[in-house]
């Protein structure tokens, strides 16, 4: 999977890596279902985090209770840095110190460490479950307004059509009217060509008439 640099917010949380070309996270050596998997598991981890670590720490001050019980020391391994661990031996003590972040670390006693971590531990499950909701239903919320966006867009494209038709139909009537105007005219012209021609012939007839009605003189 190809490295980028990521950074986080102000909260810890860290910033999720923008897969600009898939080959350099598919190989054959991490195939797509691998690298699926990873990023299941990013998602899970960014809201699921603390519970894992509010309740390991809760079976530490369970163990510390029970060992101040007994009175005998807790033997471990303590964490000198990433892969540095040294022998450690804790003795039997009621109290205990929590990191509260900030580089913020307090004393409680461990019944009193007990019920903060059990108070945190019950508000991140209760967020946790808040959290899948609010995505839950931005997800829907977001198909929704997707599938408007493409009914507006359809029914936009729609409408243009219709009124296009429209305006051709609108045109071609035009053309239709004009052509039959074109034909009326034509029509009274030739009718009026005919009666003309009518009137014509007629008057030549009647001259004609009169001309052989006349008498002729002899000088």
């Not at 949380?13 to 054959?28: G, K, L, N, Q």
């Not at 510390?64 to 471990?76: A, C, G, R, S």
Request: glycine share 2%; hydrophobic share 35%.
């Amino acid at each position: 999977m190809s490295e980028q640099k990521l950074t986080s917010n102000p909260r810890g949380i860290p910033s999720s890596p923008f897969v600009e070309r898939v080959e350099d996270y598919v190989s054959p050596e991490e195939p797509v279902e691998v690298v699926l998997k990873k990023f299941q598991e990013a998602i899970r981890k960014v809201l699921e985090e603390k519970i894992p670590e509010i309740e390991k720490t809760i079976a530490v001050v369970d163990l510390l209770t029970e060992k101040k019980e007994t009175q005998e020391p807790l033997y471990t391994d303590f964490e000198l840095n990433d892969t540095l661990y040294a022998k450690a031996k804790i003795e039997a003590s009621d109290s205990v110190y929590l990191w509260l972040g900030a580089n913020v670390m307090l004393e409680y006693t461990c019944e009193e460490a007990k019920e903060l971590l059990t108070s945190k531990l019950e508000t991140a499950k209760t967020s946790r479950k808040n959290t899948l909701e609010d995505l839950e239903f931005l997800r829907s919320q977001i198909t929704t307004m997707e599938v408007n966006t493409a009914r507006v867009y359809n029914w936009d494209v729609k409408q243009r059509r219709i009124l296009r038709e429209q305006q051709q139909a609108s045109g071609s009537m035009s053309v239709q009217q004009f052509g039959r105007a074109l034909g009326i005219l034509g029509a009274i012209f030739l009718a009026h060509s005919a009666y003309s021609t009518y009137e014509h012939l007629a008057y030549v007839k009647a001259v004609d008439e009169a001309d052989t009605s006349v008498p002729i003189e002899d000088n």
